[in-house]
């Protein structure tokens, strides 16, 4: 089955294109409970010079009632990005006029924390790893199915369900688990949605060790995979710790050789 292509009336600039207007009124479209959780459409950002692909997932995208705008090349995502606010990018790596990689790296150097699933059409780890060093909070290996880009998307977009507000705390450290938001010695940390969820995930399992497989299982929801999620989920950690635990505070976030990681005041 093919989406329909809604873009063709303006199919001449993938710049001009703008953001349009959920499909449907969301309270009569069938959308899923996380999505119902926030009144307004997630505005996305897909960047992907092939059309087809382009066209189909941002038409998938919109018939979840999505903000959608698109970009062919790394130049248009470029310009996008330094003009306008997203709460998800899904950008390609290979790009008309560069690399993904690089307008990932140039984002974040401006200190825009929006996340970033990479797509890729290499499975080599090594590139992987190199887009999650970069700055992406998810990849997807192409040829991908839509359903799982969607199921990627809104992991990325996942906000807490509802309830009462727990602040998880160790030391100086604390994590507002409904606002996302994460504090160490008074100032906030800058977290991507992942690196949020990964370290509620650590601060509840306070003092225990925390396993690869059960980051895997519970935070990256993984139940089979082809390839190990070890590596992805040992930079993630590095740039977490790097953010939580920088400037010479005192280390929360340990390493636990062999077995995972752990979150406590002393090393085991
Ligand atoms: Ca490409």
Redesign the pocket.
Known sequence: MTHATAETSCAGSAIARIFSEPVFPRQIFPLSPLATLSPFPPRVLVV???QK?RESVAEGLRLEAWSVATAATAGEAAEYLEREGFDLVVL?????GGD?LDVLQRTRARGVETPVLM?T?RTALDDRVLGLEAGADDYLAKPFAFVELLARCRALLRRPVLGTGTVLRCGDLQLDTRARVAVRAGGEIPLTPREVDVLEYLLRAQGQIVTREMLERDVWKQTHRFTSLDNVIDVQLMRLRKKVDGDGTEKLIHTVRGLGYRLGKEPA
């Open positions: 992907e010079d092939e692909t390609d790596r290979m790009l008309p993904g797509l059409a």
